[in-house]
Antibody, heavy 125, light 106 residues
Framework: EVQLVQSGAEVKKPGESLKISCKGS????????IGWARQMPGKGLEWMGI????????RYNPSFRGQVTISADKSINTAYLQWSSLRASDTAIYYC??????????????????WGQGTLVTVSS | AIQMTQSPSSLSASVGDRVTISCRAS??????LGWYQQKPGKAPKLLIY???SLQSGVPSRFSGSGSGTDFTLTINSLQPEDFATYYC?????????FGQGTKLEI
């Protein structure tokens, strides 16, 4: 079974650092990009960025560039999302998802499946 | 960044109804659009990709259509388990962007 399992909920204080993880299993981890999305309390989904675990090529949503760092370690089938200095506004659920790419006559197509179960990050003094 | 405008933001319907949810892109995205369902406290789930391709295991009452900038998710004969929030996502170019979501309520 293909699955992504994320690390557990975190409670942090403003200014602290944090690294959450997303571990893939049941497939060749390095062959599929991993994306991250944020969902603030009671709000919709926001796409943060995506990484290729094979070569660590990373693309950020400009809204998140400089605020978070996306990384991956192919040797242990794990992608990461990290903050160097958390803010209260970082309180949210963070989801990872595998991007599946396939090819048709007109080019490549993508979709995100499966998704991790989500990691709740709470930042409060 | 491409903006995805989803409508309506909320929708009330009954079991057995047919509903449609729309997503409009601020520029053409070919057919690089998927639909995701999210239930309270759960992760999003892929329903449809490339506008109209049904993900394996998703009931055939879900369908998608559209091209260019205007896209639609249709749910025929609503079932109790369909009451959830639905999001479109364009993957035409970076940064990928979600619609604001449509909450489907009983």
């Amino acid at each position: 079974e293909v699955q992504l399992v994320q690390s557990g909920a975190e409670v942090k204080k403003p200014g602290e650092s944090l690294k959450i993880s997303c571990k893939g299993s049941g497939y060749s981890f390095g062959s599929y990009w991993i994306g991250w999305a944020r969902q603030m309390p009671g709000k919709g989904l926001e796409w943060m960025g995506i990484i290729s675990p094979d070569d660590s090529d990373t693309r950020y949503n400009p809204s998140f560039r400089g605020q978070v760092t996306i990384s991956a370690d192919k040797s242990i089938n794990t992608a990461y999302l990290q903050w160097s200095s958390l803010r209260a506004s970082d309180t949210a659920i963070y989801y990872c998802a595998r991007r599946v790419t396939y090819y048709v006559s007109t080019g490549s197509k993508n979709y995100f499946d499966p998704w991790g179960q989500g990691t709740l990050v709470t930042v409060s003094s | 960044a491409i903006q995805m405008t989803q409508s309506p933001s909320s929708l009330s319907a009954s079991v057995g109804d047919r509903v449609t949810i729309s997503c409009r892109a601020s520029e053409g995205i070919r057919n690089d659009l998927g639909w995701y369902q999210q239930k309270p406290g759960k992760a999003p789930k892929l329903l449809i990709y490339a506008v109209s391709s049904l993900q394996s295991g998703v009931p055939s009452r879900f369908s998608g259509s559209g091209s260019g900038t205007d896209f639609t998710l249709t749910i025929n004969s609503l079932q109790p388990e369909d009451f959830a929030t639905y999001y479109c996502l364009q993957d035409y170019n970076f940064p990928y962007t979600f619609g604001q979501g449509t909450k489907l309520e009983i």
